[in-house]
């Protein structure tokens, strides 16, 4: 007597579940029969939906999902020996653009070990992986188009720096050929400011390499006999937005500049000293010598325009600006705190 094939009826939610989810899916038998397709799936693959029920999978459309490594991988699923978990496929199909899809596939698992059945998720990641590949190509574009930008700003500060040394180097005025010489140093400043920036992250600078890398330029350009002329930098780990440490960064090279010029003018030796320390949103930064000390009463000097630029910067960054005797010496700090209503981010590094 012939045996009569079983037939086994889905559960109609199951088929509901399957047929009306949002993300394609395909309910498979163990044989990669379609039981069910979702709508969505036939929509984004323009199958007619009438037409999958029966198919195998690799039957589905023109063949383009007859993929030999794909049927194998579902087979072992239905046997248990692995699960299909993003695997990454390219469907082509005929004079259509290659998609990107993301596999995962499950035995359902209602109990009936004699009825198995595959529930297969498909997901398009084509446009995802095109706008992650734009967005990659513009990030690299932006960080070569900043890097030229660097390149070219430190090049053109080398050149004004060069133009004015050499015309320091051509006037007979002695007044000039300082205002010359200090000009170059203010530019050298920013030059090492935006040495340091070119190598931070986020647009902060960190002050302890930028102080130091300022002071050794305003030291090579300016002590003559390092053995008896030295500067010392002391700064804790705070990090600054870029606009607060270029103010920072002239009130050091002003206030180091006139240091060597007038403190040590006796031929004695000495040492200047820079120190930064912050807590919170208080910072302070002093600038102090063991020279002769400032003169006073008829001998003390004119304000300049070192004296001029130092002050705007000092109230710019709404601090305090205290010149003292350091017997010997002076100290000149500029104290920033909180009440003083400084609207800027300052807080040591971690």
């Given at each position: 007597m012939p045996q009569?094939?079983?037939?086994?009826?889905?559960?109609?939610?199951t088929l509901a579940v399957v047929t009306s989810s949002n993300e394609p899916l395909l309910f498979l038998s163990d044989d990669l029969r379609i039981i069910a397709a979702s709508a969505s799936f036939c929509r984004a693959f323009e199958i007619a939906t009438a037409?999958?029920?029966?198919?195998?999978?690799?039957?589905?459309?023109?063949?383009?999902?007859?993929?030999?490594?794909?049927?194998?991988?579902l087979?072992?699923?239905?046997t248990g020996?692995?699960?299909?978990?993003?695997?990454?496929?390219?469907?082509?199909?005929?004079?259509?653009?290659?998609?990107?899809?993301?596999?995962?596939?499950?035995?359902?698992?209602d109990g009936d070990l004699e009825h198995i059945r595959l529930l297969v998720a498909i997901t398009d990641v084509t446009d995802m992986r095109a706008e992650a590949r734009l967005k990659d190509d513009l990030v690299r574009d932006k960080a070569i188009l900043l890097q030229e930008v660097q390149?070219?700003?430190?090049?053109?500060?080398?050149?004004?720096?060069?133009?004015?040394m050499q015309s320091a180097r051509r006037v007979q005025s002695e007044e000039v050929r300082g205002h010359l010489h200090d000009a170059r140093h203010r530019i050298m400043s920013i030059a090492a400011l935006q040495r340091?920036?070119?190598?931070?992250?986020?647009?902060?600078v960190e002050l302890r390499a930028y102080f130091t890398q300022l002071c050794q330029s305003l030291g090579a350009s300016m002590i003559a006999e390092p053995e008896r002329l030295s500067i010392q930098v002391t700064v804790d780990d705070s990090t600054v937005p870029a606009d607060i440490s270029i103010s920072l960064g002239l009130i050091v090279t002003e206030l180091v500049i006139n240091a060597l010029k007038h403190a040590f003018s006796d031929d004695r030796n000495g040492t200047i000293e820079i120190n930064y320390l912050s807590s919170g949103k208080d910072w302070t930064l002093?600038?102090?010598?063991?020279?002769?000390?400032?003169?006073?009463?008829?001998?003390?000097?004119?304000?300049?325009?070192?004296?001029?630029?130092?002050?705007?910067?000092?109230?710019?960054?709404?601090?305090?600006?205290?010149?003292?005797?350091a017997s010997p010496g002076t100290v000149v700090t500029i104290r920033h705190t909180e009440r003083s209503g400084l609207q800027t981010d300052f807080s040591p590094a971690a």
């Open positions: 009569t094939p079983t037939v086994h009826f889905e559960a109609a939610s037409s999958v029920t029966g198919k195998r999978l690799g039957e589905l459309g023109h063949g383009e999902w007859a993929m030999p490594r794909l049927d194998s991988l087979t072992a699923t239905v020996s692995v699960s299909i978990d993003a695997y990454e496929i390219d469907l082509k199909r005929p004079d259509q653009k290659t998609r990107q899809l993301i596999i995962n596939a499950r035995k359902l698992d390149h070219r700003v430190a090049n053109s500060l080398q050149i004004i720096a060069s133009v004015l340091q920036l070119s190598t931070s992250a986020g647009g902060s002093s600038i102090s010598d063991d020279g002769t000390g400032m003169p006073i009463g008829n001998d003390a000097p004119k304000a300049g325009l070192g004296t001029g630029i130092v002050e705007a910067l000092v109230k710019n960054l709404e601090g305090e600006l205290t010149v003292s005797d």
